[in-house]
């Protein structure tokens, strides 16, 4: 079975929200709209899905590796 690891780098995420708006049940935008935060149900969310959030991060402040 292949496991996933995400990650949110806190240094380089500036809160543009676009992972929220792509995978909602794995990201969490911050108070203030100032850094997202990476939910337990992130582990739930098929690999495309994180994989196209990790895209869309204009920052690349998010990290996804799958492994088996």
């Given amino acids: ?11 380089l995420c500036i809160g543009s929200g676009e992972c929220v ?3 909602p049940q794995a990201f969490l935008l911050g108070p203030a709209d100032s850094t997202v935060t990476l939910l337990q149900d992130a582990a739930t969310v098929e690999l495309e ?3 196209d959030a990790e895209m869309s991060c204009p920052t690349g ?3 996804v590796v799958a492994s088996d």
């Fill in 49 to 51: 899905l994180l994989r």
């Fill in 61 to 63: 402040a998010i990290r």
């Fill in 1 to 11: 079975m292949q496991q996933v690891s995400t990650e949110v780098d806190p240094d």
């Fill in 21 to 23: 708006a792509m995978a």
